[in-house]
């Protein structure tokens, strides 16, 4: 990873793009400190400090906004309504055949739902904001005007300030796509989970280590361990993959003849990356959503009473810090992930294909039996696949649970996203590299 970062610094189109990259990336964390108006953001913090906790979802959107939520700057909501704008999209896309149909027309319908995305995601960012600011106003008592003119006022800017924020965020991810490397939302998402690793080291080692240090120091350093083991697998099971083999039929034309060579179809083991773990995590955080809207326990009595009663333990069964939240998570995670992989691969279409081409899978007759070959494959990739994604999502969970430690920028989930960002970004400078140093025709 390191010489190729060496070698494409040594080229001054891809230093150029790297340093854009770069530019881009401090916009960002530059913004992510500029504070919405009308915001108490002491009163913020604590509330915050009380309630983003044990993995619930929203200590989920201050780890990927880089912790702007809990500080409530203009990029509070990061990227998160255009990541689920895009999951929406593509999901109608094999729903709604107007989409199938732009997702099949190319680069000009790839710019058509970028654009259907981008206007998803502003909706999304509206209701957000919205929501955020019922929270910040309702339950962290964080705004500093309520009443009156004054309190429209406020509510108007701090919603519109959280959707400009969104707003720009996607405008700089766009940025990088067109002139920057890799993928411009999922760079950021990274520069904002990493931003909050050096401090949250420091955290861990001052809440346990340093005042408790006989209780805690070996539970940190297995901590950090199990974390150096982390990324290490996370690296191989993004590498690996399954390779069915394929063979190509000869065939004669004129005095020339083509084909007869022996190739594969690669099949990666982590095929569909985080999305099953943010499907799950989005389903599991609805009763704690749901809960700041409506306490489970009276402001007052600080009682449950009545109907209080039972969505008292309906929240409390599927509280973040729960074996039962644990086991139904990892569970989601393996349907999700099953429901992801057979969105995006169609044995049939494959089989197809193959056979069009005049391919076919050694041993396995064309047609039926091809695709069913493949479907075998799939699912038996898909599990091992989502398997591992829930044991790296769930782990975090036990682990609180078994020490009482809890480093949110450190959890499986975090990992995961910083580490296939990473790969992802090598790959792309490895292909620019290949590109520069390809002769051509004429070479």
């Known amino acids: 990873m390191f010489k190729t970062l060496k070698n494409a610094w040594g080229v001054p189109e891809i230093r150029k793009k790297i340093l854009f990259t770069l530019f881009i990336i401090l916009i960002f964390r530059i913004g ?30 201050d780890i990927i906004s880089g912790g702007a939520l809990s ?3 203009i990029f509070s909501l990061g990227v998160t309504p255009y990541i689920n704008a895009s999951i929406i999209i593509q999901l109608l896309t094999y729903a709604l055949p107007p989409l199938e149909r732009l997702q099949q027309e190319g680069e000009d319908g790839r710019k058509k739902l970028n654009t259907i995305t981008s206007f998803v995601a502003l ?49 700089l991810g766009n940025r990088i796509n067109e002139n920057g490397i890799g993928n ?33 120091f070996i539970k940190v350093v ?48 982590c095929m569909s990356g985080v999305m099953p773990i943010i499907f799950a995590m989005s389903f599991m955080s609805l009763p704690s959503m749901f809960s700041l809207f409506w306490p489970p326990v009276d402001a007052i009595t600080e009682t449950t009473t009545g109907g209080q009663k039972f969505w008292f333990n309906f929240v409390r069964f599927f509280g973040t810090q729960s074996y039962s939240y644990a086991a139904i998570y990892f569970v989601l995670i393996i349907l999700f992930n099953y429901f992801y992989v057979a969105i995006q691969y169609n044995p049939v279409e494959m089989a197809n294909n193959l056979r069009q081409s005049n391919g076919g899978i050694p041993g396995i007759r064309p047609g039926k039996p091809t695709s069913d ?13 989502a398997v591992f994604l829930g044991i790296v999502a769930v782990f975090p969970i036990i682990f609180l649970r078994l020490t009482n430690i809890n480093v949110s920028s450190m959890g499986g989930t975090s ?3 910083v580490v296939s960002v990473a790969i992802e970004t090598v790959r792309t400078l490895e292909s620019q590299l290949m590109m520069r140093h390809h002769k051509g025709f004429l070479g």
């Open 415 to 417: 990992i995961l996203i």
């Open 184 to 216: 411009g939302i999922s760079m950021i998402l990274f520069a904002g989970i990493v931003s909050r690793i050096p401090s949250d080291i420091g955290t861990l080692i001052g809440k346990y280590v340093i005042p408790a240090p006989d209780q805690y």
């Open 71 to 73: 500080k409530a700057t």
């Open 32 to 61: 992510s400190v500029i504070t919405v108006p009308f915001l108490d953001t002491e009163t913020l913090k604590n509330w915050m400090s009380d309630t983003a906790k044990g993995g619930n979802f929203l200590e989920y959107l």
């Open 222 to 269: 297995v901590y950090l361990l199990i974390f150096v083991l982390m990324v290490v697998g996370i690296v191989f099971m993004n590498e690996a993959e399954r390779r069915i083999p394929v063979q190509y039929a000869k065939r004669v034309v004129g005095r020339k003849q083509y084909g007869g060579q022996n190739t594969h179809i690669p099949i990666k083991l």
């Open 373 to 385: 070959y493949i479907q075998r494959v799939l699912s038996k990739i898909s599990l091992v696949g």
């Open 123 to 171: 909706g999304l960012s509206i209701f957000m904001g919205t929501a955020y600011f019922l929270q910040l106003r309702n339950n962290a008592h964080a705004v500093t005007y309520t009443n009156g003119g004054q309190g429209t006022f406020a509510m108007f800017v701090i919603i519109l300030c959280f959707m400009a924020g969104s707003s720009i965020v996607i405008w």
